[in-house]
């Protein structure tokens, strides 16, 4: 019984680790994704992406996946804005 108990802790305590590296790892995929679904980028915006995801694979590469997550949601996040490349515009 004390085995399985502690395989249970274990596997709670490891959890937050395994969603970190998995947002990280889905976030850049998206982002690579999302830039080979848009046939061209403004050069500014195209810069900004490109900069949020060097940013994050370098996070990834240190071992500091919560960063990479954030900063390729943030690369997502520029692609998503409304009017930046023409594809979200509401007007």
């Known amino acids: 019984m004390k085995r399985v108990s502690m ?5 709670v305590l490891a959890a937050p680790a395994f969603a970190a590296d998995d947002l ?3 976030n850049l995929q998206k982002l690579d ?5 848009k046939a061209t980028l403004p ?4 810069q900004q992406v490109q900069e949020a995801k ?7 590469a240190a071992g500091d996946l919560k960063a990479c997550g ?6 997502l996040q520029l692609l ?8 979200g515009a509401t007007s």
């Open 7 to 11: 395989f249970v802790i274990a596997a």
């Open 43 to 46: 050069e500014p915006l195209k």
């Open 70 to 75: 954030t900063h390729a949601e943030r690369a």
């Open 80 to 87: 998503d804005a409304p009017g930046d490349d023409g594809s």
């Open 54 to 60: 060097k940013e994050a694979t370098d996070a990834q």
């Open 33 to 37: 994704n999302a830039v080979a679904a």
């Open 24 to 26: 990280c790892t889905v």
